[in-house]
């Protein structure tokens, strides 16, 4: 799911350039200095919300199309998703989307044999296509701001 480093890979990288390059050059300005350290600080404040908030938005559109294709939608409401751990978010997502894969997978096999199991919408601007597209275009803004399509 991440092909670039995160968030707060990339937070804590401007964090230590602050500290151990620019704050020792700045030695002799105090108004500089102080600046310095307050953003290095605010650097912190946005890592530590983004790393409560990192894949919330996915999981609530997925909550929100109800679909139902794995048992974590019921286990884990938003309020109990965000309270995990960055890593435990991206499980959940991890098998969320292989029980999506495997869903459609079955459907595709289960068409041919006109089974009558449950059936999710994957027409193009279907619900299960525009979740996928919307989590493509978010992985992909990331990465490539200027991707907007």
């Known amino acids: 799911m991440q092909y670039r480093p995160d968030t707060k890979e990339l937070l804590s990288a401007i964090q230590d350039f602050m ?3 620019l704050l020792p050059k700045l ?15 605010m650097l912190g404040v ?4 983004i790393e409560n908030s990192e894949y919330t938005n996915i999981w609530s559109e997925i909550l929100r ?3 139902l294709i794995s048992d974590s939608e019921t286990k884990y409401p938003l309020d109990s998703f965000q309270q995990l751990t960055k890593k435990e978010k991206y499980q959940i997502l991890y098998d969320w989307n292989q029980s999506l894969a495997q869903t459609i997978r079955n459907q595709s096999t289960q068409t041919k044999s006109n089974d009558h199991s449950i059936k999710i919408d994957t027409s193009p601007n279907g619900t299960v296509w525009n979740l996928v597209k919307s989590q493509l275009k978010e992985n992909l803004s990331v990465s490539n701001p200027r991707f907007q399509t």
């Open 65 to 67: 199309t109800k679909l």
């Open 27 to 41: 030695e002799g300005d105090d108004l500089l200095s102080y600046k310095t350290l307050v953003s290095w600080n």
């Open 46 to 49: 946005i890592s530590r919300e």
């Open 19 to 21: 500290m151990k390059e």
